[in-house]
C-alpha cells in the first residue's frame, strides 16, 4: 500500500459563494455593502485584472441577476426588472450563461406578477443547457414542482402542465 504524501500540494481555486438565504435576512443598505465588498475584492483578484471583457461581462451578468433578485425580495418591481433584464442583455446569445439570465429574469417576474412573461419563457428553459446561477443545474419540471420561487405560478393551468408532462 502506497503511503499518503505528507505534503501535498493543494491549488486554492477562486470560488466565490453567498448564502442568500442569510444574506436576504440583512437590511438592504447592509446587503448592498456586502455587496460592495464583495464587488472590490473580486475585481482586485489577478484573474479579474488579466481577464478579457467576455469573462467580465459574465460576472457582470450573474451580479446583475443577484441584484435584481434582492430588489424583488423588498418588493421594488421596477429596479428588479431593470436588472434582470440588464443581466439578459448583458449575457446576449451566449448558449451557456444567457438561458441562466433568462432564468434570472424569468423568476423575478414570476416574483413581481409578470406571470404571463415568467410562464413564457419556461418552455424554452426547459429545453436548454445551461449553468444556473441558482441551482447550479438547468431547469427542471422537477424543480418547478418543488422550488418555493415558482409558487407565484402554481396554481396557472400552463404551469400545471409544464411541471406534469416535464415538457413545454
Not at 5 to 24: C, G, R
Not at 28 to 54: C, H, Y
Amino acid at each position: 500500500m502506497a503511503e499518503a504524501d505528507s505534503d501535498p500540494k493543494v491549488e486554492i481555486a477562486p470560488v466565490l459563494t453567498m448564502d442568500v438565504v442569510e444574506h436576504s435576512t440583512l437590511l438592504i443598505n447592509e446587503q448592498s455593502r456586502l455587496m460592495g465588498e464583495l464587488t472590490r475584492v473580486v475585481k482586485e483578484t489577478p484573474r479579474f485584472l488579466t481577464s478579457d471583457n467576455s469573462e467580465r461581462r459574465r460576472a457582470a451578468g450573474c451580479d446583475h441577476a443577484t441584484i435584481a433578485q434582492m430588489y424583488a425580495g423588498v418588493g421594488d418591481k421596477p429596479n428588479a426588472l431593470r436588472e434582470a433584464k440588464r443581466a439578459v442583455e448583458l449575457e446576449g446569445d451566449d448558449t451557456y450563461y444567457a438561458p441562466a439570465a433568462e432564468e434570472g429574469l424569468a423568476i423575478v417576474e414570476a416574483q413581481t406578477g409578470e406571470t404571463a412573461s415568467a410562464l413564457a419563457r419556461l418552455p424554452k428553459l426547459l429545453k436548454a443547457h445551461y449553468f444556473s446561477w441558482l441551482s447550479f443545474a438547468p431547469l427542471t419540471a422537477a424543480l418547478l414542482r418543488i422550488d418555493p420561487v415558482w409558487d407565484p405560478l402554481r396554481n396557472d393551468p400552463q404551469f400545471q402542465k409544464l411541471i406534469k408532462e416535464g415538457q413545454p
